[in-house]
């Protein structure tokens, strides 16, 4: 984890899935899905391009998603398929 002073602790989306993972934070994620969000949320921290990659600042991203709201999508699969 980064130190209190300094600056950013930038991190690459594979990076951050490693870290909230292996801190705890989240059970499961992969960079996909890191991407999707910071597409989809207006409230994920700042994404920076760094090459072809993107980055961002864990110091800011591991306080998002311990207080991030997840609400999964309906299991398809358990319902009953409609009769035509």
Same mark, same amino acid.
Request: proline share 9%; aromatic share 6%.
């Given at each position: 984890?980064?130190? %209190? +002073? /300094?600056?950013?602790?930038?991190? $690459?989306?594979?990076? @951050?899935a490693r870290r909230l993972v %292996? +801190? /705890?934070?989240?059970?499961?994620? $992969?960079?996909?899905? @890191?991407s999707k969000i910071s597409r989809?949320?207006?409230?994920?921290?700042p994404v920076v391009k760094v090459g072809s990659s993107n980055a961002v600042d864990y110091r800011l991203a591991a306080p998002y998603f311990r207080t991030r709201i997840v609400r999964p999508g309906a299991r398809t699969d358990l319902k009953p398929k409609a009769e035509e």
């Open positions: 984890m980064a130190e %209190a +002073e /300094g600056g950013p602790d930038m991190v $690459s989306f594979r990076e @951050l %292996a +801190e /705890g934070i989240v059970e499961t994620i $992969s960079h996909q899905r @890191l989809d949320d207006p409230d994920f921290p």
